[in-house]
């Protein structure tokens, strides 16, 4: 079974800019969530998503966003880039179901985003 | 809220010699518990899990058991090896139908041959 895979996996960007990254989630996985990892405040929940509605938000400024398609595929936009925002952003699918704490999430590889 | 203490980093230990990462956490209710592992330029693996009181995740010689009484979760193997170098995560879940996780802050471990 293939993996969460994540597009591309390497962006420099400059500052102002937009970005969009993509994640795949395992086949038959319903919920993606999106995390950002930076040496500093080290793994933070950005939000989660569940056909196509999102579930779940952490405490990100509105630049963040992110949607999920039918297929379960699902995309983070940043808008107005920072310096601040570069990190690995993490996605990660799981079956979804509610009230499920024991469902495992599975992680992509991760995209590097460097802000210039 | 929901937080995570993890063991401060970094660890350095020589190979085949005993290791233990502490977790403790804080959270309501009956959160499951997760250790993730991170390799150099690589996203999250899941190490092990536990998603009640008592419970023993296990996986690759690791091993931690779900501590209600401490609240803790510490990660324990026996004999480590210069393949485990990497950063150690500790995470929960909680029960309310949340799929958030929140993680310690990592540990990183580095085993000298």
């Known amino acids: 079974k293939a993996g969460v895979t994540q597009t591309p996996r390497y962006l420099i960007k400059t500052r102002g800019q937009q970005v969009t990254l993509s994640c795949s989630p395992i086949?038959?996985?319903?919920?993606v969530s999106w995390y950002q990892q930076t040496p500093g405040q080290g793994l933070q929940f950005l939000f989660e998503?569940?056909?196509?509605?999102?579930?779940n938000k952490g405490n990100f400024p509105g630049r963040f966003s992110g949607r999920q398609f039918s297929n379960s595929r699902s995309e983070m936009n940043v808008s107005t880039l920072e310096l601040g925002d570069s990190a690995l952003y993490l996605c990660?699918?799981?079956?979804?179901?509610?009230?499920?704490?024991?469902?495992?999430?599975?992680f992509g590889p991760g995209t590097r985003l460097t802000v210039l | 809220g929901n937080s995570v203490t993890q063991m401060e980093g970094p660890v350095t230990l020589s190979e085949e010699a005993f290791l233990t990462i502490n977790c403790t956490y804080t959270?309501?209710?009956?959160?499951?518990l997760f250790w993730y592992v991170q390799y150099p330029g690589e996203g999250l693996q899941l190490l092990l899990k536990?998603?009640?009181?008592?419970d023993k995740g296990s996986n690759k010689g690791f091993e931690a058991t779900y501590r209600k009484e401490t609240t803790s979760f510490h990660l324990e193997k026996g004999s480590v090896q210069v393949s485990d170098s990497a950063v150690y995560f500790c995470?929960?879940?909680?029960?309310?139908?949340?799929?958030?996780?929140?993680f310690g802050t990592g540990t990183r471990l580095t085993i000298i041959p």
């Open positions: 990660a699918s799981s079956l979804g179901g509610v009230g499920t704490p024991s469902d495992t999430q599975y």
């Open positions: 086949s038959g996985h319903r919920s």
């Open positions: 998503y569940f056909s196509e509605t999102q579930r």
């Open positions: 959270a309501t209710g009956y959160p499951s």
């Open positions: 536990a998603t009640k009181a008592d």
């Open positions: 995470a929960l879940r909680s029960n309310f139908g949340n799929e958030k996780l929140t």
